[in-house]
């Protein structure tokens, strides 16, 4: 094909758009990727990922060799790509639950200039109900000829690469009319690999293909909290939610999977999303619609809460000076990421009470050292548990999972653990002459 390839171009290299442009360079596209952070843009041609990512590091040094992707800070650079693809960040906005779309207008802005006729914006970004009506107005009242279709991305941190490549369904917000028919060939083409393996695709129009994107968020997070909420109720009746858990799994309406209790969600999305949306139904004047959101946000954050109170009744009530050794600082396991990090927030509440907390984490001490200097980490499991007095597993990596309860016993001054996130094999913990403390359980 070589020349007569549909150029793409990612504006933004976060998580998404690094992940996005390195994977659509995997598929044999053409790819260039913007973003104005220089230093990232440094990284990213050197074949360098930026963050933990399993697999993104092999794709974007094969990819940057090959010359099929490369990267830039110079906006002016993206024109002559046919699609650009739209992946900047929609952080929450200080003190308000809404998100902030800063960064959204500013990219198309900067965009416009550069857009030439029949050009297809494809918005990634997650964003509230309405934006993309809104930029299609902008980009026509700019006489580009531009098209724009809203293409929201499902992949899960840790296995971005995977969902990127192979997602569950794909799902395209486009124009009507023969613009949208258009915009819908344009992104055929670029999905052609998932659309040969008959990967499910839901045409539709900008609201819903928005509203999708927010509404699997706010169903994932309403289904964990649902769970915490039974590990609330398990706690003071001495059931166990994990039992319950399984039980209620096997029920193929129901499925097992996101019912794991514990100390709840974090990450990038989830928290922010169902927030945003909490705001935007209240702009719609909707708000009770999504009302049951704030009991979702709350019955989350109680968890984490619950975590650290169980540390501190384990220790007879109080923690001032004494070692704790945290396990876990990311989000979930196999990332970096310590956005609103549960694991880190139990580590700063512990630290607030007087506790000497000792952190580790595989891959998230470099970002949490950053944001919290004030607490201390050690890059082995065994100096976080050298003479702790009690130990948390607050993020659930394998390396955790698999710690050996009578080695790890050797090394504490006291047997206690409390288990985050329900990983441990209470049993063998106990066994091994442990008091183990699960979320949820007897
Ligand atoms: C989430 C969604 O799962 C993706 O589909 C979506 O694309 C993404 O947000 C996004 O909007 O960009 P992610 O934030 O990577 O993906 O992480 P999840 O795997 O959803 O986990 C979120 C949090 O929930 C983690 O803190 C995890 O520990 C927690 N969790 C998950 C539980 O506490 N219990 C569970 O059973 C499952």
Not at 172 to 184: D, F, H, Q, S, T
Request: glycine content about 10%; proline content about 4%; aromatic content about 6%.
């Amino acid at each position: 094909k070589g020349d007569d390839r549909v150029k793409i171009s990612v504006i933004g290299c976060g998580y998404l758009g690094a992940v996005h442009a390195a994977s659509m360079a995997e598929l044999g596209h053409d790819v260039i990727g913007f973003d104005v952070d220089e230093a990232k843009i440094r990284s990213l041609s050197a074949g360098e990922a930026p963050f933990f990512e399993p697999g993104l590091p092999e794709i974007l040094k094969s990819a940057t060799a090959s010359g099929r992707l490369r990267f830039t800070s110079d906006v002016t650079e993206l024109k002559g790509a046919k699609v650009h693809f739209l992946a900047v960040g929609t952080p929450q906005k200080a003190g308000e639950y809404a998100a902030d779309l800063t960064y959204v207008d500013l990219a198309v802005e900067s965009l416009i200039p550069q857009l030439s006729e029949g050009d297809l914006l494809v918005g990634k970004s997650t964003v509230p109900v309405g934006t993309a009506a809104r930029l299609a107005a902008r980009i026509d009242a700019s006489g580009s000829g531009a098209l724009l279709a809203w293409n929201p991305e499902f992949l899960r941190e840790g296995f971005a690469v995977k969902d990127t490549i192979s997602p569950d369904r794909l799902v395209y917000g486009i124009p009507e009319g023969e613009r949208g028919l258009v915009a819908k060939a344009l992104l055929d083409e670029i999905y052609a690999t998932a659309l040969s393996n008959d990967t499910p695709l839901v045409v539709t129009d900008y609201a819903t293909a928005e509203l999708v994107k927010v509404s699997a968020n706010a169903f994932l997070a309403t289904k964990i909290s649902f769970i915490n909420a039974m590990a609330e109720i398990a706690e003071v009746t001495g059931a166990d939610v994990t039992q319950l858990a399984d039980a209620i799994g096997f029920d193929a309406r129901i499925g097992r999977r996101f019912l794991n209790a514990g100390v709840g969600f974090g990450g990038g999305c989830l928290p922010k999303d169902i927030r945003a949306f909490s705001a935007r139904a209240e702009e719609l004047g909707r708000g009770e619609s999504v009302a049951f959101l704030k009991e979702v946000d709350a019955i989350n954050l109680r968890r984490r809460q619950r975590a650290v109170d169980l540390v501190v009744e384990s220790l007879g009530g109080q923690v001032y000076q004494k070692k704790i050794a945290v396990l876990g600082l990311a989000f979930k396991p196999d990332s970096d990421d310590i956005r609103d990090s549960p694991a880190l927030d139990v580590a700063v509440q512990l630290h607030g009470l007087g506790a000497e907390v000792v952190a580790t984490d595989p891959e998230a001490i470099a970002n949490s050292a950053r944001k919290h200097p004030q607490l201390s980490f050690t890059e082995t499991v065994e100096d976080a548990l050298h003479g702790a007095e009690a130990v948390v597993v607050v993020t659930e990596w394998k390396e955790f999972r698999e710690l050996d309860p009578v080695a790890a016993k050797a090394l504490v001054a006291n047997a206690i653990v409390i288990d985050g996130r329900n990983c441990l094999d209470a049993e063998a913990w106990r066994a091994a002459g442990w008091t183990y403390r699960g979320m949820g359980r007897p």
